[in-house]
Nanobody, 119 residues
Framework: QVQLEEFGGGFVRAGGSLRLSCAAS????????MGWFRQAPGKEREFVTA???????YYADSVKGRCTVSRGNAPNTMFLQINNVQPEDTAVYYC?????????????WGQGTQVTVSS
């Protein structure tokens, strides 16, 4: 059973940086593609970024240029950093994973962590 857990949510000032981490449990998760989705109040969940099992990286237009996703040295960890955050980055952020190289509806989801950007 694969389990994902997010760390690092909380309050961030506008213009600052958001840093989240994700820890995965389960066999061979280092061979999975991983990523982040988010859901803002009153809006649908949306894709933020992903790093595929082959190492390709994808970013949503809304964060491109100010977002970095990376895998940690530990095989089942992943990090997200968004710089110059704005109030519209306020959302619940979810760590996700899937066996496929690319995904639009990932199989595995964390519980989510709230990030609130204050202006």
């Amino acid at each position: 059973q694969v389990q994902l857990e997010e760390f690092g949510g909380g309050f961030v000032r506008a213009g600052g940086s958001l840093r989240l981490s994700c820890a995965a449990s389960g066999p061979l998760f280092s061979t999975y593609s991983m990523g982040w989705f988010r859901q803002a109040p009153g809006k649908e969940r949306e894709f933020v970024t992903a790093i595929s099992r082959s190492g390709h990286v994808y970013y949503a237009d809304s964060v491109k240029g100010r977002c970095t996703v990376s895998r940690g040295n530990a095989p089942n960890t992943m990090f997200l950093q968004i710089n110059n955050v704005q109030p519209e980055d306020t959302a619940v952020y979810y760590c996700v994973g899937d066996r496929a190289e690319a995904f639009t509806n990932p199989t595995f989801w964390g519980q989510g962590t709230q990030v609130t950007v204050s202006s």
